[in-house]
């Protein structure tokens, strides 16, 4: 997991809203041979927004986090690293994630890198 402090600009610049993003995570998608990712690999480009779906109710974790992509599901956020996020959005915290690679080794098994960032 990757955190990173938030930049805070001070100067002569009018005051205006801003919208600061915190990186919070960068994972690799679990999962990915058991859902839709091998399909949708292709697809998938550098920068995609990716929705992030709770799971509470998942039988396997209860801190689980589904990955989407258009509506399709690609996978979950690994166990290792999925409850500061499920604690943040039960507490309604804005997160999104994106594509950030599709990391193709030369190997034959396949991932998906992404970034999870606090709005």
């Not at 990173?4 to 919208?19: D, K, M, Y």
């Not at 292709?42 to 998942?58: C, F, H, I």
């Not at 500061?84 to 915290?93: H, R, S, T």
């Not at 690679?101 to 396949?110: A, S």
Request: aromatic fraction near 6%; charge should be positive; avoid cysteine.
């Amino acid at each position: 997991m990757v955190l990173l402090a938030p930049l805070v600009l001070a100067g002569s610049w009018p005051a205006r809203a801003q919208e600061v993003s915190l990186l919070i995570q960068r994972s690799t998608l679990a999962g990915y041979r058991y859902h839709q990712a091998p399909a949708l690999a292709a697809a998938l480009k550098s920068g995609d927004t990716l929705d992030l779906v709770r799971e509470p109710d998942n039988p396997h974790d209860a801190n689980a986090v589904r990955v989407e992509w258009q509506g399709r599901k690609l996978g979950y956020v690994p166990r290792a690293s999925n409850a500061a996020l499920a604690w943040a959005m039960d507490g309604g915290e804005t997160v999104t994630a994106r594509v950030v690679r599709e990391d193709t080794p030369r190997r034959v098994r396949r991932r998906v890198v992404f970034e999870v960032l606090l709005r």
